[in-house]
């Protein structure tokens, strides 16, 4: 699943984050879809 993207001065970027362990649940996923993201937006570049 590709992830939105968000832009300088978007107010989600000023939110505190939650930290999270190595057993949080769909860990996995979530970092398979920042590459997938990743590498859609390289490719449109």
């Given at each position: 699943m590709i992830l939105p993207i968000v832009a300088?001065?978007?107010p989600v970027l000023r939110k505190?984050?939650?930290e999270i362990g190595p057993d949080y649940t769909g860990l996995k996923e979530l970092?398979?879809?920042m590459w997938e993201t990743m590498?859609?937006?390289l490719a449109m570049a």
């Amino acid at each position: 699943m590709i992830l939105p993207i968000v832009a300088y001065g978007n107010p989600v970027l000023r939110k505190v984050a939650e930290e999270i362990g190595p057993d949080y649940t769909g860990l996995k996923e979530l970092i398979s879809n920042m590459w997938e993201t990743m590498y859609a937006m390289l490719a449109m570049a």
